[in-house]
């Protein structure tokens, strides 16, 4: 079954600081792999995706992720952090159909 | 345009209480989604309708109903809702019928409080 691990509830940088966030899946096939961001109190948006092809995909807002096969890994990151990038970050697999499949989500704190 | 949108963007109802909750979108999108979020927690599907037909219910309670009366509208209906239900439920649409790795768009929500 194909599922999602995001590794830290919650993760705290200071504003200019490196993000990582980690996400490590679980699948028997060539997965498609998303990343989206929830600001509070709204509803989630796309930040990035994998499908195939590329293996180092950038997003919106200056955030790219790369697509590790041998490390089943498709951690997310931004060189530099900025206030406004705090909010939950979720990443998650389709299972077709349909379907996605969230990881339990990280919480981004970005310190001044 | 990217836009689901959704309303009420809050609601209150009693356990006796009929609400409706809706959804839109003009993207011309085929596939679209309720999720349910509970505080602190990712969103979990509740139901997929590909085509206005509903494809996927996943096992939720029959007091939420769900409808969809053209491709551009969803609702869920609600009825003797328990405290529990209290949730943020989100709407998205895909622009196929749900295809694999198709990307949803999701509106900003209802915010649901049942006392």
């Known amino acids: 079954a194909q599922s999602v691990t995001q590794l830290g509830s919650h993760v705290s940088v200071s504003e200019g600081a490196l993000v990582l966030l980690r996400c490590n899946y679980s699948?028997?096939?060539?997965?498609?792999l998303f990343w989206y961001v929830q600001y509070p109190n709204q509803g989630l948006q796309l930040l990035l995706k994998?499908?195939?092809?590329?293996?180092l995909v950038k997003g919106i807002n200056g955030f790219e992720a790369e697509f590790k096969k041998s490390e089943t890994s498709f951690h997310l990151t931004k060189p530099s952090a900025h206030m406004s990038d705090a909010a939950e970050y979720f990443c998650a697999v389709s299972l077709g159909g349909g379907k996605l499949i969230f990881g339990q989500g990280t919480e981004l704190s970005v310190k001044p | 345009d990217t836009e689901v949108t959704q309303t009420p963007k809050h609601l209150v109802m009693g356990m006796t209480n009929k609400k409706s909750l809706k959804c839109e979108q003009h993207?011309?999108?085929?596939?679209m989604y309720w999720y349910k979020q509970k505080a602190k927690k990712p969103p979990e599907l509740m139901f997929v309708y590909s085509y206005e037909k509903l494809s996927i219910n996943e096992s939720v309670p029959s007091r939420f109903s769900p409808e969809c009366p053209n491709s551009s509208l969803l609702n869920l209906h609600l009825h003797a809702l328990q405290p529990e239900d209290s949730a943020l439920y989100l709407c998205?649409?895909?622009?196929?019928?749900?295809?694999?790795?198709?990307?949803?768009?999701f509106g900003p929500g209802t915010r649901l409080l049942v006392l």
């Open positions: 699948s028997s096939v060539p997965p498609y």
């Open positions: 994998y499908t195939t092809g590329a293996t």
């Open positions: 998205a649409s895909s622009q196929e019928g749900g295809l694999d790795g198709e990307t949803q768009y």
């Open positions: 993207m011309g999108h085929r596939a």
